[in-house]
């Protein structure tokens, strides 16, 4: 028997944690919040950077609703969706101050920007500026781009859960339910 694709196991997993009680919305991504990787060489559609100056950028592989999960704000365009996966356009969603740094003059959404390479990626959103990489540092520019679009989503990834119900309870739920299904949990915390 084959193993199933990333994307269809990561929608099953997402679909089983939000039919949990009091789950809002889960999500899932390959870094916790406060630990995007950190990318040198950022292209930007009608920009030739010279070397020295190659813009750098924070990126994290996101699946859909990880914004609304995390509680950051959509300020342009769409939310990434389970459409966007291999074979579609590949698409990204940047922040507000990577949109004004490079896109001032106009909107962002439907330029292309690249992850150290040529700019293949459609920008679809632009999202709230959020801390990124740790609570002291600054606002970074970021960019993210979608589970089911990922060559290179690792595992373990993390599993971000938004829930009204008591945190600890929840994750006591979800490390039981989990045990039952198979396991992924490893380490669940609480913020």
Excluded: C
Excluded at 57 to 86: N, Q, W
Excluded at 103 to 116: D, M, R
Aim: no cysteine; charged share 20%.
């Amino acid at each position: 028997m084959r193993q199933p694709p990333a994307n269809e196991s990561d929608a099953e997993l997402l679909d089983r944690v939000n039919a949990l009680p009091g789950v809002h919305s889960a999500s899932l991504a390959d870094m916790p919040l406060l630990g995007g990787a950190h990318i040198d060489g950022l292209s930007v559609e009608g920009r030739a950077a010279p070397r020295t100056e190659v813009p750098d950028v924070s990126v994290k592989t996101v699946s859909p609703l990880f914004f609304e999960t995390m509680g950051i704000s959509l300020r342009l365009g769409r939310d990434l969706s389970p459409l966007d996966r291999s074979g579609a356009t590949k698409v990204a969603i940047v922040n507000e101050s990577l949109a004004h740094e490079f896109f001032w003059a106009g909107s962002p959404i439907g330029k292309h920007v690249g992850l150290g390479g040529v700019p293949d990626l459609e920008i679809v959103g632009v999202i709230a500026d959020s801390k990124y990489n740790g609570i002291r540092d600054g606002i970074p520019n970021t960019v993210d781009v979608p589970v089911g679009q990922s060559q290179t989503l690792s595992t373990p990834r993390t599993l971000h859960v938004y829930t009204a119900a008591d945190a600890a309870k929840s994750t006591r739920q979800l490390a039981t339910r989990d045990a039952n299904a198979g396991g992924f949990a490893r380490n669940p915390a609480t913020m």
